[in-house]
Nanobody, 124 residues
Framework: QVQVVESGGGLVQAGGPLRLSCTAS????????MGWFRQAPGKEREGVSC????????YYIDSVKGRFTISRDNAKNTVYLQMNSLKPEDTAMYYC?????????????????WGQGTQVTVSS
C-alpha cells in the first residue's frame, strides 16, 4: 500500500523560511517522479514544483522561482521543498504527489498518489 505523508508546514512571518518534507512508503522515491501542489482558499490548485526520478529535471511555477528549491534524499525516501523569502500569497495547503512524469516546462503529470496536505501560513 502506497502512502505519501507531508510534514513541515506551519506559521511563519513574511520573508522567513520553511522546509516541507514528503516521505513515501510503499514505493521507492528514486524510481518515481515527485511534486508539490498547493491550494489556497477560494483558488484553484496549482502545481508548484516537481523533480523527476533522476533528479536531473526540476520544475517551478514562475511565482516561486528563485525562492523555492526541491530536492530528494533517496536514502530516506524523502523529497523536500525548501521555501525561502516566503510571501503571504504563498499561504496554502501544500500537497505532495507521486506522478507519472515531471516536465521541466509543465510540472508533474499523472499524479496518482497524494498526501493529506500540510498547511503553510505566511503572516505579513
Amino acid at each position: 500500500q502506497v502512502q505519501v505523508v507531508e510534514s513541515g508546514g506551519g506559521l511563519v512571518q513574511a520573508g522567513g523560511p520553511l522546509r516541507l518534507s514528503c516521505t513515501a512508503s510503499g514505493l521507492t522515491v528514486d524510481d518515481v517522479n515527485m511534486g508539490w501542489f498547493r491550494q489556497a482558499p477560494g483558488k484553484e490548485r496549482e502545481g508548484v514544483s516537481c523533480i523527476n526520478w533522476s533528479g536531473r529535471i526540476t520544475y517551478y511555477i514562475d511565482s516561486v522561482k528563485g525562492r523555492f528549491t526541491i530536492s530528494r534524499d533517496n536514502a530516506k525516501n524523502t523529497v523536500y521543498l525548501q521555501m525561502n523569502s516566503l510571501k503571504p500569497e504563498d499561504t496554502a495547503m501544500y500537497y505532495c504527489v507521486a506522478g507519472d512524469y515531471c516536465s521541466g516546462s509543465a510540472g508533474v503529470g499523472g499524479a496518482g498518489y497524494w498526501g493529506q496536505g500540510t498547511q503553510v501560513t505566511v503572516s505579513s
